[in-house]
Each structure stands twice: as C-alpha cells, then as structure tokens.
C-alpha cells in the first residue's frame, strides 16, 4: 500500500464520506421500512399503539404507580389492584395519540373478580389528565374494547384499574384501533423531511413534526437503494437469516485458513455479519434473543479463529500499559466533565445499563486486542494503516449513528494502536467504560441522540 501521506489523507476523506453515505442511506431505509409498515397497519383499522406488556419499556418510568405488588412476565403485566386503584401509564415514545384516527382502545386481561377501569388522556395542554371512557370488567375478564371520543389529541394513556375488594389481574395485550371510520381518510399523512448534513438533525426535525402532527409519517429525501426497505421489513432474515450468514462465512473462513487472505477472510466472516445486520436493521426493539446471539456467536467464532500474535496477551496488564491508557484517558475525562458542567442536565445511564455497556467494551476490546488488530497489522505492516483500518472498522459497527461513528473511528484508532503494542485487557476496558459512558452523559442528546446503534438509533424505546 502507498505510503505517501497524501493518499492516507484521501483514505481517510474516503472513509469518512463512505460512513456519511451508509448512515444517511441506512436512515432513510429505516424511515421507508416504518411508512410502509405502518401504512399497511392502518389499512388494516390498526395504528402503531401495540403494547404486549412484557417490557419495562412499555411502561412510562418503567413500573406501575399506586401499586407493589406487580411484575412483568411471559404472559404480560401481574397486578394487585386494590380500592385505592393502580395507575398503568402506557410509553407513547414521543408520539401524539389522536382519537381522529384511532378512536378504540382494546384490552385482554384476566381479572379473578370484578374491577373497574378509567381510561385517562390528556388534555390539550398536555397538563391535566382525565377520564375518557370506563369500563366495568367482570369476573374472568376477556377481551374488550372500549370507545374513545374522536376529538382528542394526548400525549398521554394511562390506564387506571380499580377494585372494590383486592382483586388480581393480568393484562395481556393493549392496542389501539380505527373502528368508526374508513382506514384511508384516518391514515396520517406522510412527509418527506428536508435534507440535513447529519442524520441526528435530520431525526430532530421528525421528532419535533411528530410532536405537531399526530401519529405522522416521515421520509428522508435521501434515496434508497431498490429492496433495501423490503429486506428491513423482512424479520426472518434478521432472526434466521443472518445468524446463519455469520455460521456460513464462519466455516468458509476455517476452510480456508491456509489460504494466502486467511486474515482478510476470517476479518470478513467475523464482523461481516454484524455490519450487515446492523443495515438491516438489527437490534430490533422486541427481539433481545437476537440481539444477543448474533454478537455472542461472532465473538465464538473469533475465539475459535485464535490470537495469532505470538506476543503474549494480559488480562490486567503491567505498568506501562496501565501508564499508556492513563494519561490520554484522564485528559478526555477532564474535558468531557466540563461539558457536562455546561448542561442544564446530564443523562446519567442506570445501573443495569452501565452494567451492559461495561460487559460490551469488555467483547470489543477482546476482540480489538487478540483478533482485529492482530489480523490487520498481518495484512497492512503499518502502524498509521492499523489506526485507519481499526478506526474504520469500529465506525462501521455503530452506524447508522454518524456522530457516535465518528467518535468510534477516533477512539477505536486510539485503542487499537496502543492495546496492539501493550495487548492487556483491563486497561483497554477501564479506558473504554469511562469515556463511552461519559461521552453519553456529557454530550447533548442532539449530537448523539439515545447513543444506540441499528434501528434502535432511529426508533429508539
């Protein structure tokens, strides 16, 4: 490969255009993927209010108010409902709920006595909440539906359950529905957002149309490669498909472990799935199997690959590697609590997150370390190419999200240079954990808007 400082410069311009151009492509896939969707739902008398009560992410602050006595489970929300009511406050996600379009709530649920129960919207100013419409359940419970007025628009839906006599329920499904009118004139309109530099503005500006125009649907003027949309609408490839895509490359790449391209190949079969699937929109929000799979067995089949650095690796590291991370890691930690200072407020992860996000610098950092940057400098023979190759490949992994791309590109170079020349682990993840969840406390939610990556960056829960 050239040396010639000038042709890296166009290497890295290259670069930094070819992730522009996926994440605005990626985004506006996405974007048509969901406008179809959702045509088709409200052709169909359905909207996009779906909640099977399974998740904590259905429920606004994650739990039910007025009551202790619930959990979540396979079969849906367990409650204790007493003559002092419990309050189900349903996750709209940003969105307006119009009673114009979707003007039946329907409910099924299993009561072992009788309970009564509110439904709650909120009033124009978004203020005040008030009932709307009650329904008496009895004995057994079942399915219901419940009539809504057709002049409301909420921002909020809340259930609240009553019972004259303690009282178990378990509700299974809640959904809203157009029944009182035809599904084409109650479809919401569909619009096609002006082109922005970055796509984090791009969502901005859906986020404030869906915040005036109620259950609204929005297009990126950017356009899309043919089938893409189809392909991100298709779950069996995302469940199926591309688990057995990595399997597929996987075997291929130990078939061909004498061949001259090993690393290229066992590169390719290792992140290859995980990128595509990214594209097509993987992790989706309501298949957590998959979402762990698909990495976990990616990160097997490196493992079985092999460290092919005849250095030795440390899982804590000496001194010197320790001293390595430090320094540059203490001078970004400075400078990114200061930028939080200057916000009026900053988005401190919780505890199960924080958790998650150290259990995943840990995976990344392993595999930089003994599989990534090992195969790379087998391939490149060049410390600036390693940094530019690495620094890629980690941006790659957190698309569509430009900005935290970028910050990836910058810091996955950073790491792979130095876990390379030092190969110890703690250090790499102490570095990593630090400044990933600083930078997603410190920066504003507009630069890198809920940090996720996939779909979950542009529909994020």
């Not at 108010?65 to 979540?72: E, I, K, R, Y």
């Not at 009932?131 to 839906?157: C, H, K, M």
């Not at 791009?202 to 899309?224: K, M």
């Not at 996955?412 to 969840?437: D, E, F």
Request: charged content about 10%; some cysteine; hydrophobic content about 50%.
């Amino acid at each position: 490969m050239p040396k010639h400082p000038a042709f890296r410069i166009g290497l890295v311009v290259l670069g930094l255009a070819l992730l522009w151009a996926i994440s605005q492509a990626t985004v506006s896939a996405y974007l048509q993927a969901d406008a179809q969707a959702q045509q088709q739902r409200y052709a169909e008398g359905l909207g996009p209010f779906i909640w099977p009560m399974r998740s904590s992410s259905e429920l606004v602050g994650g739990s039910v108010h007025g009551s202790d006595q619930w959990q979540l489970t396979a079969g849906g929300l367990q409650l204790r409902v007493s003559a002092e009511g419990a309050t189900v406050a349903l996750h709209l996600h940003g969105r307006l709920l119009s009673t114009a379009q979707l003007d039946t709530l329907h409910l099924q649920l299993h009561a072992n006595s009788m309970v009564s129960l509110d439904v709650l919207l909120s009033s124009a100013d978004g203020e005040s909440l008030t009932s709307q419409a009650n329904l008496s359940i009895p004995e057994g419970g079942g399915q219901f539906a419940i009539a809504l007025p057709t002049a409301i628009v909420s921002n909020q839906l809340r259930l609240y359950f009553r019972a004259d006599s303690p009282a178990s329920l378990r509700l299974q499904t809640v959904w809203l529905s157009a029944e009182r009118c035809a599904a084409p004139p109650c479809q919401p309109p569909t619009q096609t957002l002006l082109p922005a530099a970055r796509v984090e503005t791009l969502l901005l500006a859906r986020d404030a149309g869906l915040a005036e125009a109620p259950q609204s649907l929005w297009l990126s003027a950017f356009p899309n490669l043919p089938g893409w949309p189809a392909l991100i609408r298709t779950p069996p490839l995302s469940d199926i498909g591309l688990p057995l895509l990595a399997i597929s490359l996987s075997g291929w790449a130990l078939w061909l472990r004498r061949s001259r391209s090993r690393p290229v190949v066992e590169l390719i079969a290792v992140l290859g799935p995980i990128v595509l699937a990214l594209l097509l929109g993987w992790p989706n929000v309501d298949r957590a199997v998959v979402h762990w799979f698909l990495p976990l067995m990616s990160f097997s089949a490196a493992i079985v690959f092999g460290d092919c650095e005849t250095r030795r690796f440390s899982w804590l590291g000496d001194f010197l590697a320790w001293r390595a991370y430090l320094r540059p890691t203490l001078a970004m930690t400075t400078v990114l609590i200061v930028v939080a200072l200057a916000q009026k407020s900053v988005r401190w992860p919780a505890i199960d997150d924080v958790l998650r996000y150290v259990l995943w610098a840990a995976v990344q950092q392993l595999l930089l370390i003994r599989f990534v940057a090992p195969r790379v400098v087998m391939i490149t023979q060049s410390r600036t190419e390693l940094a530019l190759t690495c620094g890629f490949l980690f941006a790659l992994l957190h698309l569509p999200n430009f900005s935290l791309a970028l910050l990836t590109a910058m810091a996955g170079a950073w790491w792979a240079v130095i876990g390379h020349h030092h190969r110890a682990l703690l250090p790499a993840l102490t570095s990593h954990a630090v400044l990933g969840l600083l930078v997603v406390a410190a920066l504003p939610p507009n630069w890198l808007r809920s940090a996720e990556v996939g779909i979950r960056f542009v529909f994020a829960p």
